[in-house]
Structures are given as structure tokens and as C-alpha cells.
């Protein structure tokens, strides 16, 4: 896993405001990372993090204001449409809500095969793809000809997963991927995710909220906190002894079984949030 799929350095976004006089709101401020070929890189964080929007800004769907991302060692910061629906062929995504992602109108054959015969795969074996699609992904031939709305959360994402897969691509982003599913489906869909690198050698940029599930899936995760990139290394490590304060806060927001540990682990977690919100006042005093 030392090829470098795709590399962001000193990636910075903004969005526009409210108001002619007001000036963009820098939501990432300048985030450097890799992720090399076969490997997940997990990216985790609360809410405003800016986590989705590295990953909305790798497929495109949000311009950079600065810096730059590089897929494969092409620089595709700006790259027009034309260059992206190429991509397309490389780079798929996984969102997040199972229920929303799926064209409700269309038969999973017919969502499963558009892309196969967009990219110029005639219908007999795009049709051919697909059913090793479904095995691939653990749902019955006989879900070709049925409507997403007859199939579970779980089942949609396994559909999502095999959408994505499609094209064979090299990178999938991943956002929140089994946030939308309960626990016990979560760890179906992980398994699977999984199970499919392995056999395939596809990269993830694993995007999550939540550090357990992160551990779980990554080899290596970064931790944003308000646009800023405060740790990032081996997930066995930064997930066991954090060394940001931030991610430390992360780790104890995961739920324990024991109501005593889980009392200590909630008091210690709003001292960290304190300690690191007069850190905060601190630096824009200073600024």
C-alpha cells in the first residue's frame, strides 16, 4: 500500500455568505492528505467538522478555494466536466442515506446496469456484470427485477455498494456509509466493505462520525476538528491512546456497556469539551 491513489495538499474550501459586504467562510483550512492504493483512510468528526466536505470536494461536487487534489498522480482540482465523468470510471461514492440514494422508479437491474452502459458496456454485458454484482454483495438474482422500496435499509446500502462497484473502480468515497442502519446491519455493511477490498484492492476514503466504527473499517484515520486536521495516523493507535485532546473526546463519546464507566466516560468527555472551548476563545482573542 505504498502507491499514493490520491494525495490533498493544503486543501482549503469556502462558501459564500449572507450579505454583498460579508467574505467567504473558510470551512477546511488547508487539510494535507493521502490515501494509498488498497488502503482506507478514515476521516472522523463531529458535525461541521468539515469531514464532507473533503469528500464532496475529491468527487468535485464542491470547488476548492486552494490547494490542490491529486488522483493517481493527475492533478484534478479544477477538472472540467468531461474529465469528471472519466473519472467516474476510477472514483465512486457511497452516501449515506440508503433510502434517498436510490432512484425509487427504477428496477435495481436498470439502476445497477445505467452507469455500466453510459461508460459503453452494451446491455447484454452490463446485464452480466450486474448479476455478479448481486452475489458480490450478498442479495439474490431474483432482486434484478424488484423496486428499492422492497428491500431493507441494509439491503439498499448492499445496492448502493454494488452501484459503486460497478465500473470497478480504484477509490470509493464512502460518506457515513452505515450511519442511517442499526448496529446490527452496521456491522454487516462494514463486513462486507471489507470483504470487497480484499478481494478487489479498492481504496476508501472512509468518512464517519463515529471513531468505533472508524477503527473498525480504516488502517489509518485523520481527525478533523473545524476545518483543521488535529491527528492523523495508524488506526490501532490514534483510535487507543489519542494524543488530541479532541479525539480523546471522540473516543469517549462511544457508548460502554457498563452504566458506572459510562457515567465517567460522559463527565470526562464535557471537561474536554470545556477545556477545548476556552482554547478556542483563547485563539480568536489572540486573532
Do not use: W
Not at 459503486?164 to 452505515?178: K, Q
Amino acid at each position: 500500500m505504498s502507491e499514493q491513489l490520491l494525495s490533498l495538499r493544503d486543501l482549503r474550501v469556502s462558501f459564500g455568505t449572507r450579505g454583498v459586504l460579508r467574505k467567504p467562510r473558510e470551512v477546511l483550512h488547508g487539510v494535507s492528505l493521502d490515501v494509498a492504493a488498497g488502503e482506507t483512510l478514515g476521516v472522523v468528526g463531529e458535525s461541521g467538522s468539515g469531514k464532507t466536505t473533503i469528500g464532496r470536494a475529491v468527487l468535485g461536487l464542491v470547488k476548492p478555494s486552494g490547494g490542490s487534489i491529486h488522483f493517481d498522480g493527475t492533478d484534478i482540482t479544477a477538472a472540467n466536466a468531461a474529465k469528471r465523468r472519466r473519472l467516474a470510471r476510477d472514483m465512486q461514492v457511497v452516501f449515506q442515506d440508503p433510502y434517498s440514494s436510490l432512484n425509487p422508479t427504477m428496477t435495481i437491474g436498470e439502476i445497477l446496469t445505467e452507469p455500466l452502459v453510459t461508460q459503453g458496456s452494451t446491455a447484454r454485458d452490463a446485464r452480466s456484470r450486474v448479476r455478479g454484482l448481486l452475489d458480490e454483495v450478498g442479495l439474490p438474482l431474483g432482486a434484478i427485477d424488484r423496486l428499492p422500496r422492497e428491500f431493507s435499509g441494509g439491503q439498499r446500502q448492499r445496492i448502493a455498494i454494488a452501484r459503486a462497484l460497478a465500473p470497478s473502480p480504484r477509490l470509493i468515497v464512502c460518506d457515513e456509509p452505515v450511519s442511517a442502519l442499526d448496529l446490527t446491519t452496521q456491522a454487516r455493511v462494514l463486513e462486507l466493505l471489507l470483504e470487497i477490498q480484499r478481494s478487489t484492492g479498492v481504496a476508501y476514503l472512509f468518512i464517519s462520525h463515529d471513531l468505533a466504527v472508524v477503527r473498525h473499517i480504516s488502517h489509518r484515520v485523520a481527525v478533523l476538528y473545524r476545518g483543521d486536521l488535529v491527528e492523523t495516523g495508524p488506526a490501532a493507535i490514534v483510535t487507543k491512546t489519542p494524543e488530541h485532546p479532541y479525539t480523546e473526546r471522540l473516543l469517549l463519546a462511544a457508548p460502554v456497556a457498563d452504566p458506572a464507566a459510562q457515567e465517567r466516560r460522559r463527565a470526562e468527555r464535557v471537561r474536554l469539551r470545556e477545556e477545548q472551548r476556552a482554547r478556542d476563545e483563547q485563539a480568536g482573542a489572540v486573532l
